[in-house]
């Protein structure tokens, strides 16, 4: 099979391509935004028909959650019209895709995890885009899944869990928000799971469906953090803040806690607990 992985720089996309060498059967390609713009479906399309493309991940995303507030068109190109040319074009041949989502397209009042069940309500643009191209991939009933995930972190790209290192070597204490909780993702883990779903050939339906994954566990930012801290045995004091005392151009979901009883139960998925997982990837950030 031959198997499109777009928005290659990305923290999931890097964590696919290291793990693709498992997965020896298959043919993977690697595309950025510069080798293929997926906001043109001619150039989509051709670039399917072209390599005899059977299957896509997309990790193409607008991910700058507040630069999105202004930039709605950016946000809108990618994470909308992107997402429907990517759909519509490995439609037409029949292939199977899987479309990374995000925990923002719900407005975080929910006291119990959230299930693909719950009525979303995004907050901002970022979670709205992200939710509209949901809706193009679903209103193309095409053979595809939709992950919608949650706090991403890898040993690759710009992420927290850097930025916490980096900013514990800097600085003696940090204050870091306490009152949004969910659950950290290693994106080793979510790749994992999703190479496993796209190669082989039964596990996509013709109908598509979401599901939710992150790790195991509950966390606030502010556990995130001092677990950071604890793992690399930094030496920075970490104080707890509330949302309002961090303002920011966009509001994020103070709860967005995923329940993930769905994909473990269709998929056979093992996930594992956040804690063990953000050590993995600490270790391999030290060792690098």
Same mark, same amino acid.
């Given at each position: 099979? =031959?198997? !499109?992985?777009?928005?290659?720089?990305?923290?999931?996309?890097?964590?696919?391509?290291?793990?693709?060498?498992?997965?020896?059967?298959?043919?993977?390609?690697?595309?950025?935004?510069?080798?293929?713009?997926?906001?043109?479906?001619?150039?989509?399309?051709?670039?399917?028909?072209?390599?005899?493309?059977?299957?896509?991940? =997309?990790?193409?995303?607008?991910?700058?959650?507040?630069?999105?507030?202004?930039?709605?068109?950016?946000?809108?190109?990618?994470?909308?019209?992107?997402?429907?040319?990517?759909?519509?074009? +490995?439609?037409?041949?029949?292939?199977?895709?899987?479309?990374?989502?995000?925990?923002?397209?719900? =407005? &975080?009042?929910?006291?119990?995890?959230?299930? #693909?069940?719950?009525?979303?309500?995004?907050?901002?643009?970022?979670?709205?885009?992200?939710? #509209?191209?949901?809706?193009?991939?679903?209103?193309?009933?095409? #053979?595809?899944?939709?992950?919608?995930?949650?706090?991403v972190y890898s040993s690759y790209g710009n992420n927290f869990v850097k930025t916490m290192l980096r900013l514990g070597k800097e600085k003696e204490e940090l204050n870091v928000i306490f009152d949004?909780? &969910?659950?950290?993702?290693?994106?080793?883990? !979510?790749?994992?799971?999703? !190479?496993?779903?796209?190669?082989?050939?039964?596990?996509?339906?013709?109908?598509?469906?979401?599901?939710? *994954?992150?790790?195991? &566990?509950?966390?606030?930012? *502010?556990?995130?953090?001092?677990?950071?801290? #604890?793992?690399?045995?930094?030496?920075?004091?970490?104080?707890?803040?509330?949302?309002?005392?961090?303002?920011?151009?966009?509001?994020?979901?103070?709860?967005?806690?995923?329940?993930?009883?769905?994909?473990?139960?269709?998929?056979?998925?093992?996930?594992?607990?956040?804690?063990?997982?953000?050590?993995?990837? +600490?270790?391999?950030?030290? =060792?690098?």
């Amino acid at each position: 099979m =031959n198997i !499109l992985i777009t928005g290659v720089k990305g923290q999931l996309s890097s964590e696919i391509k290291e793990l693709s060498f498992n997965y020896s059967k298959h043919n993977f390609f690697f595309e950025d935004s510069k080798s293929l713009d997926i906001t043109d479906f001619n150039k989509v399309d051709l670039y399917i028909q072209t390599n005899q493309i059977n299957a896509i991940v =997309n990790c193409a995303a607008y991910t700058a959650v507040d630069k999105a507030e202004v930039e709605i068109s950016k946000a809108e190109e990618v994470n909308v019209k992107g997402v429907y040319n990517l759909a519509k074009s +490995i439609k037409k041949v029949d292939g199977k895709l899987i479309h990374i989502s995000t925990d923002y397209i719900f =407005n &975080g009042e929910s006291f119990t995890p959230y299930s #693909e069940e719950h009525k979303v309500n995004p907050l901002g643009v970022y979670g709205r885009t992200k939710l #509209e191209g949901e809706e193009q991939v679903l209103s193309l009933a095409l #053979e595809a899944i939709i992950i919608r995930t949650s706090w991403v972190y890898s040993s690759y790209g710009n992420n927290f869990v850097k930025t916490m290192l980096r900013l514990g070597k800097e600085k003696e204490e940090l204050n870091v928000i306490f009152d949004q909780i &969910g659950t950290p993702t290693y994106a080793r883990d !979510l790749a994992k799971v999703c !190479l496993d779903i796209i190669s082989e050939e039964d596990k996509i339906n013709r109908k598509s469906s979401i599901y939710h *994954y992150s790790n195991e &566990g509950v966390a606030s930012w *502010y556990d995130f953090a001092k677990a950071i801290m #604890e793992i690399s045995q930094t030496n920075c004091d970490v104080y707890p803040i509330e949302t309002k005392d961090y303002p920011t151009p966009a509001k994020r979901p103070n709860y967005s806690l995923l329940n993930k009883a769905k994909i473990k139960k269709d998929f056979n998925v093992d996930i594992p607990y956040w804690r063990d997982s953000l050590k993995e990837c +600490i270790l391999k950030i030290e =060792n690098k």
